[in-house]
């Protein structure tokens, strides 16, 4: 239903279509080296500095698009989920073994992160005219911005991608047979999204997340999903777990086997979950 002062649906997804074009269109999708796949380019193309803010936050919308509006997520997915990786590389950290990084050496420049990347092989970054070679810059810019997008992204994405099979953006998969198990490895264990089979499912924290190391158990027609709830407060309290889902599902939701209630994925509905001290396991089952 359109609302009185706001474009009609149409012209929203027409808008939606075309920024994604824009943003598909300045970002490498074609060359497979870490600084080029999924970062940002701008009027220069691939030939001047890389991997930006932009290249993560950008990366954000495109994923974004994939779980939410595409009507073929797979390479959607794969485009955002290497946007979100991109950006990563400009951080300089190691080991004592390692000198603390490899692009600037020293315990002083451990965790460190540089603003952008030079791809040449030797140029002039653009503050104060420096000249560099190939690698991450001396300084750190806005590459804050771009990994606060950056662990908006990050999630689990559990699907069945035509050029790879069965696989875990963001997880490890430790069983492929059903039910499968995944651990999530993306960072934050806060999100869960399962594309299978013409299904969808989504599990998303507001505070706390899965518990580390320990696999999520989904049968492959997403009838039933069992986890443990990672208590990251380490007091009992409560927290909200938000559920959704592609088409009209109902599951039933349980915490250390007892019921909660029972939710209406097309709606989007928050589970209200007890956590104790040592976290709480949960199952869903569709009713």
Same mark, same amino acid.
């Given at each position: 239903?359109?609302?009185?002062? +706001?474009?009609?649906?149409?012209?929203?997804?027409?808008?939606?279509?075309?920024?994604?074009? +824009?943003?598909?269109?300045?970002?490498?999708?074609?060359?497979?080296?870490?600084?080029?796949?999924?970062?940002?380019?701008?009027?220069?193309?691939?030939?001047?500095?890389?991997?930006?803010?932009?290249?993560?936050?950008?990366?954000? !919308?495109?994923?974004?698009?994939?779980?939410?509006?595409? /009507?073929?997520?797979?390479?959607?997915?794969?485009?955002?989920?290497?946007? &979100?990786?991109?950006?990563?590389?400009?951080?300089?950290?190691?080991?004592?073994?390692?000198? &603390?990084?490899?692009?600037?050496?020293?315990?002083?420049?451990? =965790?460190?992160?540089?603003?952008?990347?030079?791809?040449?092989?030797?140029?002039?970054?653009?503050?104060?005219?420096?000249?560099?070679?190939?690698?991450?810059?001396?300084?750190?810019?806005?590459?804050?911005?771009?990994?606060?997008?950056?662990?908006?992204?990050?999630?689990?994405?559990?699907?069945?991608?035509?050029?790879?099979?069965? +696989?875990? &953006? *963001?997880?490890?998969?430790?069983?492929?047979?059903?039910?499968?198990?995944? +651990?999530? /490895?993306?960072?934050?264990? !806060?999100?869960?999204?399962?594309?299978?089979?013409?299904? /969808?499912?989504?599990?998303?924290?507001?505070?706390?997340?899965?518990?580390?190391?320990?696999?999520?158990?989904?049968?492959?027609?997403?009838?039933?999903?069992?986890? /443990?709830?990672?208590?990251?407060?380490?007091?009992?309290?409560?927290?909200?777990?938000?559920?959704?889902?592609?088409?009209?599902? #109902? &599951?039933?939701?349980?915490?250390?086997?007892?019921?909660?209630?029972?939710?209406?994925?097309? #709606? *989007?509905?928050?589970?209200?979950?007890?956590?104790?001290? =040592?976290?709480?396991?949960?199952?869903? !089952?569709?009713?």
């Amino acid at each position: 239903m359109d609302h009185p002062g +706001i474009a009609p649906r149409e012209a929203v997804e027409a808008f939606l279509e075309n920024e994604t074009r +824009i943003n598909i269109g300045s970002r490498g999708w074609l060359e497979p080296a870490y600084y080029w796949l999924g970062s940002d380019y701008r009027g220069s193309g691939n030939g001047n500095y890389l991997l930006s803010y932009m290249a993560q936050m950008g990366g954000w !919308a495109v994923e974004d698009y994939a779980l939410n509006y595409a /009507k073929i997520a797979a390479p959607y997915l794969r485009l955002g989920y290497a946007s &979100y990786l991109s950006s990563w590389a400009l951080v300089n950290s190691g080991t004592a073994e390692s000198n &603390y990084g490899y692009w600037y050496p020293g315990k002083e420049n451990d =965790g460190a992160a540089g603003g952008g990347f030079e791809v040449r092989p030797w140029g002039r970054a653009w503050l104060g005219n420096k000249e560099m070679g190939r690698g991450s810059w001396w300084y750190s810019g806005e590459i804050d911005l771009g990994f606060n997008g950056a662990l908006r992204t990050a999630d689990t994405v559990v699907t069945d991608d035509p050029l790879f099979g069965l +696989i875990a &953006y *963001g997880g490890e998969l430790t069983k492929r047979n059903t039910p499968l198990q995944v +651990i999530p /490895k993306d960072g934050l264990r !806060a999100r869960l999204h399962v594309l299978l089979n013409g299904r /969808k499912l989504s599990l998303v924290f507001d505070h706390d997340g899965f518990a580390r190391g320990q696999p999520i158990t989904v049968d492959d027609s997403l009838a039933r999903v069992a986890f /443990k709830v990672e208590n990251r407060s380490r007091e009992a309290h409560r927290t909200q777990l938000e559920i959704t889902g592609a088409g009209a599902a #109902s &599951y039933e939701v349980t915490a250390d086997k007892q019921r909660l209630q029972t939710v209406q994925t097309a #709606s *989007g509905m928050r589970v209200d979950i007890p956590v104790s001290a =040592g976290g709480t396991s949960v199952t869903l !089952a569709r009713r």
